[in-house]
Each structure stands twice: as C-alpha cells, then as structure tokens.
C-alpha cells in the first residue's frame, strides 16, 4: 500500500544533518528533501545523507537536480554529462565533437543509455528522483535554457527526450518533465525577476506545447515554470489551474506536479511563502518546493498543520524509487554502463575544451550562468 506523503518539499543546509533540521523533516506536511551542490560532496557522502534523512522518516522521497552539462549537483565520482543539446547532436546524426563515429552510430539509443545510466547512477546514491529531463525548446536562445535543452524544434525535444526517459525507466527512475509549458521562448531568468511570454496560445499550443503533449503519458511528474503567459492565463503556470488542469485533462497526464522554488524572484510577487506555497497546492500542484530560507520552510509548515490530510498526497509517494538500489562498484561491472560512461565523458571533456578555448567574453549568457546554476531551486532553471 502507497503511504501518503506531505506537500512540501525542502532543503538542508549542509552534508549532514542538524539537530533542528531532523526535527523539521519529522513534520508530518514534509514529503520530500532536495539536495543541492552544497550537499554533495561524493557518492558514499550523499549516500550517507540519504540514509540519515530516511532515518527521520523513510518515506520521504528525495530528489536532486542532474540533468547533465552546467546542472549537476554531484560531479566527483559519477558520470560526467554533457549538455543535452550536444546529446541530442550526436543522437540525430548532426555534428557533434568529441562523441566519436560510435556514439553517433547508436542514434536514439545513446540517449536511452544516457538516461539509464543517470537514473542508475542517482539510485546508486540514494535518490529517488532526479528532476529531468528538460523539456523546453530552444526558441529564443534564453539565458537559463540555451543548451539544457534537447532541441529548437518540438520533433527533436520529443525524439530525443523520449528515448532518455525510456532510459530512466529502464533503470527504474521516473522522469519529471520541466518546465511546462514551456520556458524556452524568453530570455529573462524567473530566478532574477517577474517573466512573462506574450506569445499567443496558440503558438504555444503548436510549438511548446508539443513535447509535453506527446510525452505526458510517460511522465512521473512534471514542473511548471513561474512564467506568465497572459494570452491563456494572467497567473504563472505554477499557481494557475487552467495551466495544471489543461495538463491532466486534455493531455491525461497522471503524475505528480512539483512547483518550482517558491522562493524565487518571479513567485515572489505571488505573496508571503504561506500564500504562495497555498496558491500552487490549490492550483493543482501536489508538492511544493521551499529553498534556501529555513524560515519561509516552517512558516508554510506551520500554515498547513491544521490541513495535514488535505495535503498529503500518492502521487508523490508513487515516485519513490522501488527496486534494490544498485551500487557504483556494481555499475563498474556492466558493460553497458562502461561504454555508456566512457561515450558520455568524452563528450562532456570535449565540451569542457571548447568552453575553456574561448576567448574571455565569448561565453553565451546561458554559459555564463554556470555558477549560479550551482546554488539554484529545484528546477535549476
């Protein structure tokens, strides 16, 4: 029988726990932990965290950001990734360098590979859940999209996006799409400021849209952006129920819905982090995410005690990862995983090259926002 699991999602300040964040997690609203870069030290230390947090409560369910490229939060003593758009590259033929005649021979597989291998890699540390792929197209070259992205066109994010969470469910992993319905059309950062996309419905319905449509289906939870898109709706897609009802009813999505990081700029202007942690859950999200301000976490805690069984919910609790966790060491011994780890570190070594190669200056804005990305919400936008 699936336990029910509380509506908010939070984060710990350190490599282990504090005495006050044991007590915090003990809360019965808390469903789930996000781990960032400042948690993630190594795979045996993240792994020890995992096991120190399911100590307070096995059920949470725990989550990390890592997509590949400039979002990964653990980078010492697992697979190196490159961007998904150099993925995507070599998976549809197009040039790609450092991914070698091999890997571009293995067409869709590689992205598959790519997934499993992610999705092995973070069970093997203790995660649940890891919150992608990314299913934003690349549309206006945006500053915190760019290169996180399979693609330009809905076809290429849908192709290659698939066969990546094919890959994670091979490894038992469910996938969680972001940012719905789609962040890739805009430049600014809802990190930074209030975003809105003037663009018609319509155009989102037949650009945007696609690969959410498409993919629903094989989606375990999907994350909306705090993006505003005032042609359907004047509230962000996180707090609006047309945007979260549109995808369960019309594209019979099923899965669990993550806001994104209550605590950013655009959100803000939602309310104090009670109002906007219940705008989101009334909207139709069933986990909300609090970061990086432990005060704003227990006050919306503490908004929700007298509501406990309102916002506790399965559809969170059915992410949690089912199978026997596999080991690193293990991984080492499968050849899929060598040659899989072996193809995507040189891609991600060639990539490395090519950035640092570039004259000072050069670096695009998505480039550019590879330290911020280090310390960013739940959808690392």
Same mark, same amino acid.
């Given at each position: 029988?699936?336990?029910?699991?509380?509506?908010?999602?939070?984060?710990? !300040? #350190? &490599?282990? /726990? @504090? +005495? $006050?964040?044991?007590? =915090? *997690?003990?809360?019965?609203?808390?469903?789930?932990?996000?781990?960032?870069?400042?948690?993630?030290?190594?795979?045996?230390?993240?792994?020890?965290?995992?096991?120190?947090?399911?100590?307070?409560?096995?059920?949470?369910?725990?989550?990390?950001?890592?997509?590949?490229?400039?979002?990964?939060?653990?980078?010492?003593?697992?697979?190196?990734?490159?961007?998904?758009?150099?993925?995507?590259?070599?998976?549809?033929?197009?040039?790609?360098?450092?991914?070698?005649?091999?890997?571009?021979? !293995? #067409? &869709?597989? /590689? @992205? +598959? $590979?790519?997934?499993? =291998? *992610?999705?092995?890699?973070?069970?093997?540390?203790?995660?649940?859940?890891?919150?992608?792929?990314?299913?934003?197209?690349?549309?206006?070259?945006?500053?915190?999209?760019?290169?996180?992205?399979?693609?330009?066109?809905?076809?290429?994010?849908?192709?290659?996006?698939?066969?990546?969470?094919?890959?994670?469910?091979?490894?038992?992993?469910?996938?969680?799409?972001?940012?719905?319905?789609?962040?890739?059309?805009?430049?600014?950062?809802?990190?930074?400021?209030?975003?809105?996309?003037?663009?018609?419905?319509?155009?989102? +319905?037949?650009?945007?849209?696609?690969?959410?449509?498409?993919?629903?289906?094989?989606?375990?939870?999907?994350?909306?952006?705090?993006?505003?898109?005032?042609?359907?709706?004047?509230?962000?897609?996180?707090?609006?129920?047309?945007?979260?009802?549109?995808?369960?009813?019309?594209?019979?999505?099923?899965?669990?819905?993550?806001?994104?990081?209550?605590?950013?700029?655009?959100?803000?202007?939602?309310?104090?982090?009670?109002?906007?942690?219940?705008?989101?859950?009334?909207?139709?999200?069933?986990?909300?995410?609090?970061?990086?301000?432990?005060?704003?976490? +227990?006050?919306?805690?503490?908004?929700?005690?007298?509501?406990?069984?309102?916002?506790?919910?399965?559809?969170?609790?059915?992410?949690?990862?089912?199978?026997?966790?596999?080991?690193?060491?293990?991984?080492?011994?499968?050849?899929?995983?060598?040659?899989?780890?072996?193809?995507?570190?040189?891609?991600?070594?060639?990539?490395?090259?090519?950035?640092?190669?570039?004259?000072?200056?050069?670096?695009?804005?998505?480039?550019?926002?590879?330290?911020?990305?280090?310390?960013?919400?739940?959808?690392?936008?």
């Amino acid at each position: 029988m699936t336990q029910p699991l509380g509506s908010v999602m939070v984060d710990v !300040a #350190g &490599l282990t /726990l @504090a +005495r $006050d964040e044991r007590e =915090l *997690l003990a809360r019965p609203a808390v469903g789930g932990v996000i781990l960032f870069a400042r948690n993630c030290a190594s795979p045996e230390q993240v792994l020890e965290l995992s096991r120190e947090i399911r100590s307070v409560n096995p059920h949470l369910l725990i989550a990390i950001d890592q997509e590949g490229g400039r979002v990964q939060r653990l980078r010492e003593g697992v697979t190196r990734l490159p961007s998904m758009r150099s993925l995507a590259q070599c998976c549809l033929g197009h040039d790609c360098d450092g991914c070698g005649e091999d890997a571009q021979a !293995a #067409g &869709l597989g /590689l @992205a +598959r $590979d790519a997934g499993w =291998l *992610l999705g092995m890699e973070m069970a093997a540390i203790g995660c649940d859940i890891t919150f992608a792929p990314v299913l934003d197209i690349d549309v206006a070259g945006s500053t915190i999209i760019g290169d996180r992205s399979f693609g330009a066109t809905p076809e290429d994010v849908i192709a290659v996006g698939g066969a990546f969470i094919d890959g994670l469910q091979e490894a038992g992993m469910s996938a969680v799409g972001k940012h719905y319905p789609g962040h890739g059309g805009i430049s600014a950062d809802t990190h930074l400021e209030r975003v809105v996309d003037p663009r018609p419905f319509r155009e989102l +319905r037949e650009h945007d849209l696609k690969p959410f449509a498409a993919l629903a289906e094989r989606l375990g939870g999907v994350m909306p952006a705090h993006v505003i898109y005032p042609d359907f709706d004047a509230r962000p897609a996180g707090f609006s129920p047309s945007w979260l009802g549109l995808l369960r009813e019309e594209f019979g999505f099923k899965g669990a819905i993550f806001s994104d990081d209550l605590g950013m700029a655009a959100a803000v202007a939602e309310g104090g982090p009670a109002e906007r942690a219940r705008l989101a859950l009334d909207a139709g999200c069933d986990m909300a995410l609090v970061c990086n301000d432990p005060a704003a976490a +227990r006050e919306v805690l503490d908004s929700l005690d007298d509501d406990e069984q309102r916002h506790r919910g399965k559809r969170q609790a059915r992410l949690r990862y089912a199978r026997a966790r596999p080991t690193l060491d293990g991984l080492v011994g499968l050849a899929r995983w060598r040659r899989t780890h072996a193809r995507l570190e040189s891609m991600a070594a060639s990539q490395a090259s090519q950035q640092a190669a570039m004259p000072s200056g050069t670096l695009g804005a998505a480039d550019a926002s590879d330290a911020r990305s280090a310390s960013e919400s739940g959808s690392a936008q």
